[in-house]
């Protein structure tokens, strides 16, 4: 008899018990009378699907075209009825008691983002707090995160940034020089490894004023992290199945457990283990020198502010907050540059106009990068198609009523103009969804089209981010705390790269590349390869 029998008849087992102790069992929101994609595994529900397509995307988007922008779909155990019932059960726990909404309404995810009804959901929670520490940003509520961000914030401001423009271009100047010692000029080379150590050393310096040197290879600290998050999102089939079975089974696994598991003493524990260990002890180094600089005056500096806000009655806690910074920033802007480049050398014509824009503007002041349409126009439309973080999970923490800005259709033909839901309903708001709205972005949404911000108003709804319109920086209080650092370092980058260098793809025709979700939106080639493989040549 196999393994899915087995659960199966354990399940029925289970309900029997169930239905002769019968306890009342609380009644479901709205939710499950949405119309939405059938199931076809009981055991995963439509997770394979939604998290872990080959391309990202391939159903997702297919479902939004026929169930409209909120339908439900099936968590894990979701597509079983029975097992469902009675998990919800035995288990009280939120993720099993409902479908799951997929949501890019507009004015539902400006709900969920700003009304204080919604948390991380189960699984990022504990993933999070896993790899930063408890109360991490992401995870702290109300009172909590509003402290956090209001210390946290201040270095992330438009004024602090706009004072970081000379040692982001010192980062560029070096990535500059390590493609030159590499050799890449002349050849055919994967880009993206060394984009995000050029990511972690802006944030190193900009934030924190200290030089990983991850660009010089130099780090052990830049190595461990990198290989913590090439573990995490690894391109194996063990791996992808390691990472679905962590989705499924983390909400349910007491923190405590979970702390005994990550001190086992086996390899990929150890690593998480020693990235701990590295950044603890790093973040002691820095605020105690700090501490001994200050004496001089009040600075407004991220460690300094720490020291001297709420926050810093625990100094074992920046830790959790470098850690978080460190790897929020890293492969999320990484990537997206990765992107940027990538597109570029596929239409050379657009590149040889931003080349010339480069050469009018050279830009110097951070008003210069945002006066300049090509830069930008390809960098809102790579946000738009390829956003690092596509999906957000949140979970209801009180029943609410969730606004609707057009009408939906239940299974039963009655039309609802809002959305009733449960405390513990789990949602995911569907940012890569969201920016494929034809409602929104036009009947060419799906189309990856620059020229579109070079229109009057490319986004046709209100701004639902802080940024272009786009979603892809979330929004709300829990809006991504990075987000203006992010946009000036690929402006910078993107310009001193094609100042020197003409990117083509590669001649095979095996040079398309593929989204894959690894934690963020990575590029893959087809043949399963994390790489971006450029052409580069010097300008002549
Ligand atoms: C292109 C680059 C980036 C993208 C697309 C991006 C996107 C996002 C998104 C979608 C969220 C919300 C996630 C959620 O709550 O589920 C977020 C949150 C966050 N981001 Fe970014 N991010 C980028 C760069 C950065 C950088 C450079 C940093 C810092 C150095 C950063 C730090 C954070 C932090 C700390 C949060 C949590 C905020 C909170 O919960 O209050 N991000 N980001
Ligand atoms: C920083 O966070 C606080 C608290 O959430 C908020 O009031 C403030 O507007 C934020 N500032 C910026 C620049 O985002
Ligand atoms: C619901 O709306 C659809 C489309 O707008 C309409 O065709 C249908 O008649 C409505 N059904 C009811 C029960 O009002």
Redesign the pocket.
Same mark, same amino acid.
């Not at 979603?471 to 979330?474: A, R």
């Not at 209080?477 to 987000?483: R, T």
């Given at each position: 008899m196999s393994t899915d029998k087995w659960i199966l008849g354990l399940c029925l087992l289970t309900l029997v018990i169930l239905w002769i102790t019968r306890r009342s069992h609380s009644s479901r929101g709205l939710a499950e009378q949405l119309r939405g994609p059938k199931c076809s595994s009981w055991l995963y529900g439509h997770i394979p699907e939604l998290l872990f397509s080959e391309e990202y995307g391939d159903h997702e988007f297919q479902w939004q075209e026929k169930y409209g922008p909120v339908y439900p779909i099936q968590g894990y155990f979701g597509g079983s009825f029975a097992l469902r019932l009675s998990l919800a059960h035995f288990y009280a726990h939120p993720i099993v008691q409902e479908s799951r909404l997929v949501i890019s309404d507009p004015s539902t995810v400006k709900y969920i983002t700003n009304s204080g009804v919604f948390a991380?959901g189960p699984s990022?929670e504990k993933a999070a707090t896993v790899v930063f520490g408890r109360r991490n =940003?992401?995870v702290v509520r109300d009172g909590d995160?509003r402290r956090?961000?209001s210390w946290?914030n201040s270095s992330?401001s438009s004024n602090s940034i706009r004072t970081l423009l000379p040692i982001i271009r010192d980062t560029a100047t070096k990535l500059v020089d390590r493609w030159e010692a590499l050799g890449f000029p002349g050849n055919t080379v994967d880009v993206s490894g060394i984009l995000n150590d050029a /990511?972690l050393d802006t /944030?190193g310096r900009a934030?924190l004023e200290y030089h990983f040197n991850a660009l010089d290879g130099q780090s052990d600290l830049a190595k461990v992290q990198r290989g913590m998050l090439d573990t995490l999102g690894s391109p194996t089939k063990f791996a992808q199945l390691a990472a679905q079975l962590a989705d499924a089974t983390l909400p349910y696994i007491p923190d405590i457990v979970l702390r005994y598991v990550f001190e086992l003493p086996i390899p990929t524990m150890g690593m998480f283990q020693e990235y701990k260990k590295l950044t603890d002890e790093l973040s002691l180094r820095l605020l105690a020198v700090k501490r001994k600089r200050q004496a001089l005056g009040k600075n407004q500096d991220f460690i300094s502010s720490f020291s001297n806000s709420d926050e810093g009655s625990g100094d074992d806690d920046f830790g959790v907050h470098l850690r978080?910074?460190?790897v929020? !920033?890293q492969d999320? /802007?990484g !990537?997206?540059l990765g992107w940027v480049l990538y597109k570029l050398a596929e239409m050379t014509d657009f590149q040889q106009q931003l080349r010339e824009e480069i050469r009018l503007t050279r830009p110097t002041e951070q008003a210069d990068y945002n006066a300049m349409p090509l830069l930008n126009a390809i960098i809102n439309e790579i946000?738009r198609m390829y956003?690092?973080?596509p999906l %957000?999970?949140?979970v209801a923490v009180a029943d609410c009523i969730l606004p609707l800005s057009q009408p939906i259709t239940t299974r039963a033909g009655a039309n609802i103009s809002e959305l009733p839901i449960k405390k513990g309903q789990c949602v995911y708001?569907a940012?890569a969804s969201y920016h494929r709205l034809a409602s929104i972005w036009g009947p060419d949404a799906h189309e990856f089209r620059p020229s579109r911000w070079l229109d009057e108003k490319p986004c046709k709804g209100q701004a639902l981010g802080p940024y272009a319109s786009l979603?892809?920086?979330?929004g709300g209080?829990? =809006?991504?705390?990075?987000?203006r650092? %992010?946009?000036l370092?690929?402006q910078v980058i993107v310009v001193e790269l094609l100042e020197k260098y003409v990117l083509s793809l590669p001649p095979a025709d095996n040079n398309r590349l593929r989204t894959r979700l690894a934690v963020t939106l990575v590029p893959e080639t087809l043949d399963g390869k994390r790489q971006i493989p450029i052409h580069i040549e010097r300008v002549t």
């Open positions: 991380i990022q =940003v992401f995160h956090l961000r946290m992330f /990511t /944030t934030i978080t910074i460190l929020t !920033g999320t /802007t !990537g997206t946000l956003s690092s973080l %957000a999970e949140r708001v940012i979603l892809s920086f979330f209080p829990a =809006v991504c705390l990075g987000w650092l %992010a946009i370092e690929i």
